[in-house]
């Protein structure tokens, strides 16, 4: 292990290990894999993955207050701007309904999110460096998983 990350550097140390091993993403951090390498490729993503894992708290189920937060921060801030990109987001439940089971309405979201990652392609932007840069869909990860402090 080199160090762990947060799930905002994941995905970009991921890559960065990825490169030192020569498998370059492109611009839209896509890897070309050629015919024959999909073995070479796999063990690459486990070290680089093992390398740079995700810390503990983040790997965590999310305490009922973080699911509050995630309906608000999607409403108030990740729908008006995304709207505000011409991506509309169609059939959000209300935040009771949302609240009463919201990992299975998260999960039943998938359908939309590969819409919405389909449009944003679509504009020629990757849609998670786009989610990530203009309409985070969630709240930043560390308000949603508190530190714990370690115990003496």
Known sequence: MVREVTPAESREALLACLGERGWVADATGGISIAPGQEDSYATATYECTAAYPVQERYLRPLAPQAWVL???????VA??????EGLPVPGLPSR??????P???WAEAAPQRANLN???AATG???DEFLARVCPLTPPAES???EVPEPD
């Open 70 to 76: 995630i309906y608000d921060h999607f409403t108030s």
């Open 79 to 84: 729908v008006p701007c995304l709207e505000d």
């Open 96 to 101: 009771e309904v949302f609240l009463a089971d």
């Open 103 to 105: 990992e299975t309405h």
């Open 118 to 120: 389909a449009a944003i």
């Open 125 to 127: 932007d990757d849609p």
């Open 144 to 146: 949603l998983y508190p």
